[in-house]
Nanobody, 117 residues
């Protein structure tokens, strides 16, 4: 029932850009905080960016100024625009939905982003 379906990952050269999308269904999207996480080879999963239902955003220091998270509540979709990509951005990127009044957390399947020349 609940689904988070990601798209937009791929191979890009350093300095390039990618736009990730996460299409949500099966829950009241506008009430949830949405987030992007990533997990690089040999590393723990880390928080990249968050956005509230009202559009307030926060970013990890490592991506601040380069990445932009946004959402379209009418389309039940959250985006991650990634610019000036670096090899260290290479990771599997995951979409996450959460709400402060519940222990329920929903995760997408992950999409691979590879930054390499």
């Amino acid at each position: 029932q609940v689904q988070l379906v990601e798209s937009g990952g791929g191979l890009v050269q350093p300095g390039g850009s990618l736009r990730l999308s996460c299409a949500a269904s099966g829950f009241t999207f506008s009430l949830y905080v949405m987030a992007w996480y990533r997990q690089a080879p040999g590393k723990q999963r880390e928080l990249v960016a968050t956005i509230t239902g009202g559009g307030s955003t926060n970013y990890a220091d490592s991506v601040k100024g380069r990445f932009t998270i946004s959402r379209d509540n009418a389309k039940n979709t959250v985006y991650l625009q990634m610019n000036s990509l670096k090899p260290e951005d290479t990771a599997v990127y995951y979409c996450k939905a959460s709400i402060v009044t519940s222990d329920l957390v929903y995760w997408g399947q992950g999409t691979q982003v590879t930054v390499s020349s």
